[in-house]
């Protein structure tokens, strides 16, 4: 069964960096786009980082963009996401899940991993 | 960006209710809307895309309608395990992204 399966987060402190895999089976991972959606302690889902099955396509949020970077590695059926210039504000549980219909919509979730940002 | 508005923000109701969640968008997303389900601790599940389909598996107790900016999801009649966060998500073509609504949540009264 298709399952995704995050890992890396921790307490980090502000400025400091931090890379999240995210390990998938079940299913044939290239051939799927994959996204990155943060969620902050009792907030909304915020959507964070696009790629395509290759790794060719990829767009990030504007909240993001410029600090984290999104890649795969097909081989290894690993996703990551590379966190940079870390703020409080980027305190949340990050997921990753698999995207269809052009990789927009989200229909298998990780359990996430809680990234905590603090002095 | 395209902002997502969802209403109400609590919806209390009782198990067999049918309950009503809408969802409005700041501009058009022709009919590029989900709807997802959060249960505290879990990660959220997809209901329904492009605005009506049902996801595999999901009970056809849920249904989705709408275009343009006016989006509804219902549920025909409360189950004990439907009472959960409810977030409805757009993709847009350009700027390539998406974003969600700030959910309701589905109380028992």
């Known amino acids: 069964q298709v399952q995704l399966v995050e890992s890396g987060g921790g307490l980090v402190k502000p400025g400091g960096s931090l890379r999240l895999p995210c390990a998938a089976s079940?299913?044939?991972?290239?051939?799927?786009?994959m996204n990155w959606v943060r969620q902050a302690p009792g907030k909304g889902l915020e959507w964070i980082a696009y790629?395509?099955?290759?790794?060719?396509?990829?767009y990030y949020a504007d909240s993001v963009k410029g600090r984290f970077t999104i890649s795969r590695d097909n081989a290894k059926d690993l996703l990551y996401l590379q966190m940079n210039s870390l703020r409080a504000q980027d305190t949340a549980v990050y997921f990753c899940?698999?995207?269809?219909?052009?990789?927009?919509?989200?229909?298998?979730w990780g359990q996430g991993t809680l990234v905590a940002v603090s002095s | 960006e395209i902002v997502l508005t969802q209403s109400p923000a609590t919806l209390s109701l009782s198990p067999g209710e049918r309950a009503t969640l809408s969802c409005r968008a700041s501009q058009s997303v022709s009919a590029y809307l989900a709807w997802y389900q959060q249960k505290p601790g879990q990660a959220p599940r997809l209901l329904i895309y492009?605005?009506?389909n049902r996801a595999p598996g999901i009970p056809a107790r849920f249904s989705g309608s709408g275009s343009g900016t006016d989006f509804t999801l219902t549920i025909r009649s409360l189950e004990p395990e439907d009472f959960a966060v409810y977030y409805c998500q757009q993709r847009s073509n350009w700027p390539p992204g998406l974003t969600f609504g700030g959910g309701t949540k589905v109380e028992i009264k």
């Open positions: 790629i395509s099955g290759s790794g060719h396509t990829i």
């Open positions: 899940a698999r995207g269809v219909r052009s990789g927009w919509y989200f229909d298998y």
């Open positions: 079940g299913f044939t991972f290239s051939d799927y786009y």
């Open positions: 492009d605005a009506s």
